[in-house]
């Protein structure tokens, strides 16, 4: 068994179909047909039932599919880990979602390149589901992301919990309410949320922070990014919630005003290939703990 048995059976499960696989994989259908009659014949089993549109797999094909996939991905972070560390020159780049560079991201990138001036860092914004698939295709070595992931291939370590506030026009009705805003509050507003794709995203987070309350926003108008959504609050065409760190972005025709309901918070993950322990990583990572101590900022620390 050869490692493009398990690509070409991957992609054909994912795909559920020959014709979109092989035109993934950039091959013509009947060698990849031969290729999977080929990876059954040496295992002695059926993994694809036949005759069946869309393909459908077999118990053994899923169980296959479930153990191949991961090996695919130790693969390619195999491959990204030595291609790094095989080069003269010390790299490290960096995936962010938009709200974290109002934060502390730019503290922490300075922090770090000051600390290890050898090391040529870039930046990439991109979301958290964007991140996840960089990592695995080795464009970036880590990410600073807001959602949990389930892929396996990706180690996520929960930095800390960042409280969500309430972005208003100066002339709202709760521009005044300086003790804070219950999400209760904000039912009968427009509630602009972000990013509209890829999905799941911040818009999913700010979505079940109401249905955590048992309370469902009678309007929700999906954008585009951040930065529409706060252009849109300026112009008085609804409400945003945002995390805390985006008050960094000073708008004249914008106030924030902070939730009160405790479970309104956004995580910050810190997510890395599974395998990858880069003295890299582990500088960055320090840098992290380095600021938040700094600032007395609550979290807790885990090492590589």
């Known amino acids: 068994m050869e490692l493009r048995h398990l690509r070409y059976f991957v992609a054909v499960a994912e795909e559920k179909n020959f014709t979109r696989a092989a035109e993934r994989l950039h091959i013509a259908q009947p060698p990849l047909s031969r290729q999977i009659q080929q990876l ?24 296959f599919l479930a153990h191949a996939k991961p090996l695919l991905d130790q693969v ?3 491959k990204s880990m030595t291609q790094r560390i095989g080069k003269l020159e010390r790299t490290l780049s960096v995936g962010f979602v938009a709200s974290t560079l109002y934060g502390l991201l730019p503290d922490i990138i300075r922090r770090y390149r000051d600390n290890n001036p050898e090391v040529e860092v870039t930046l990439h914004e991109m979301t958290t589901v964007e991140q996840i698939k960089a990592l695995k295709e080795g464009r970036i070595d880590v990410g600073f992301g807001r959602l ?10 929960l930095l800390r919990e960042e409280r969500m506030v309430v972005a208003a026009f ?30 799941p995203s911040f818009a999913d987070q700010v979505l079940a922070a109401f249905n955590h309350a048992n309370l469902t926003p009678e309007s929700v108008v999906e954008v585009r990014e951040l930065q529409i959504a706060m252009g849109l609050v300026a112009a008085g065409q609804g409400l945003a919630i945002v995390p805390e ?46 600021i938040y101590d700094d600032l007395g900022i609550p979290h807790t620390k885990e090492t590589l």
Not at 170 to 183: C, D
Not at 254 to 267: E, F, G, Q
């Open 40 to 63: 059954e014949e040496m295992l002695g089993v059926t993994l694809i039932e036949k005759g069946t549109r869309p393909v459908k797999l077999t118990e053994a094909g899923h169980f």
């Open 76 to 78: 390619g972070e195999l």
């Open 148 to 157: 949990k992931s389930e892929d396996t291939s990706i180690r996520r370590i």
């Open 170 to 199: 100066p002339g709202h009705r709760l521009a005044g309410s300086e003790n804070g805003v219950r999400l209760v509050e904000l039912i009968h507003e427009s509630i602009l949320v972000y990013p509209k794709a890829p999905r």
């Open 245 to 290: 760190s985006v008050q960094g972005m000073h708008h004249r025709n914008v106030v924030y005003r902070k939730l009160i309901d405790k479970h309104a918070v956004s995580p910050i993950f810190f997510s890395i290939r599974h395998m990858d322990r880069s003295p890299e990583l582990e500088n960055m990572l320090a840098a992290v703990y380095a």
